[in-house]
T-cell receptor, first 116, second 116 residues
Framework: GAGVSQSPSNKVTEKGKDVELRCDPI?????LYWYRQRLGQGLEFLIY????????KSGLPSDRFSAERTGESVSTLTIQRTQQEDSAVYLC??????????????FGEGSRLTVL | DAKTTQPNSMESNEEEPVHLPCNHS???????IHWYRQLPSQGPEYVIH???SNVNNRMASLAIAEDRKSSTLILHRATLRDAAVYYC?????????????????FGSGTQLTVLP
């Protein structure tokens, strides 16, 4: 597709359940980011993938959060044993590090997670 | 990443120019100044970026102080659709050969309200 695609767009789950959020980056983009945005708050960095380098996991808030990326394509963010404080919009972004790239990030529409 | 400081909120009248300030006194020589905006219920979108010289594009202009410790995003004629949170971000894009992962840190931004 032309842009970053995220699914599901909305997810309602019960406390304690596991959830998976998916991100399809723009084709050819080597960098992929996950951010979390709670209601009325700014963006909170979670994790960053760049090509085959080790991901920067410094923003993951707890060991219940994990993310994987297959090569330079799809990424999945997994939240285990969800808590109510996990309720937020989870945003994915991708960017190119090609020659002459400015590193502009392209964001998806986000996945809104509600934990009851 | 060096930090930026922006006003929490600003108001503008429709069809008038808007000047959104950003202070970044600890900017390094290799930091690019990026601006993103986030419309309600959407992911952030790229607006403009620059290094030293002022920049213009179809969306806005970016005026960068000579000492690079501050910058101003200029919307020449605000419309109601420009109402959004505007983020000023510093981004040091590492060389292609570098394997280092670089996160992008968003602050709280400036909430721009456009009055009809």
């Amino acid at each position: 597709g032309a842009g970053v695609s995220q699914s599901p767009s909305n997810k309602v789950t019960e406390k304690g359940k596991d959830v998976e959020l998916r991100c399809d980056p723009i084709s050819g983009h080597t960098a992929l980011y996950w951010y979390r945005q709670r209601l009325g708050q700014g963006l909170e960095f979670l994790i960053y993938f760049q090509g085959n380098s080790a991901p920067d996991k410094s923003g993951l808030p707890s060991d219940r959060f994990s993310a994987e990326r297959t090569g330079e394509s799809v990424s999945t963010l997994t939240i285990q044993r969800t808590q109510q404080e996990d309720s937020a919009v989870y945003l994915c972004a991708s960017s190119s590090r090609g020659q002459g790239s400015t590193g502009e990030l392209f964001f998806g529409e986000g996945s809104r997670l509600t934990v009851l | 990443d060096a930090k930026t400081t922006q006003p929490n909120s600003m108001e503008s009248n429709e069809e008038e120019p808007v000047h959104l300030p950003c202070n970044h006194s600890t900017i390094s020589g290799t930091d690019y100044i990026h601006w993103y905006r986030q419309l309600p219920s959407q992911g952030p979108e790229y607006v403009i970026h620059g290094l030293t010289s002022n920049v213009n594009n179809r969306m806005a202009s970016l005026a960068i102080a000579e000492d690079r410790k501050s910058s101003t995003l200029i919307l020449h004629r605000a419309t109601l659709r420009d109402a959004a949170v505007y983020y000023c971000i510093l981004r040091d894009v590492p060389p292609l050969s570098s394997g280092s992962a670089r996160q992008l840190t968003f602050g709280s931004g400036t909430q721009l309200t456009v009055l009809p």
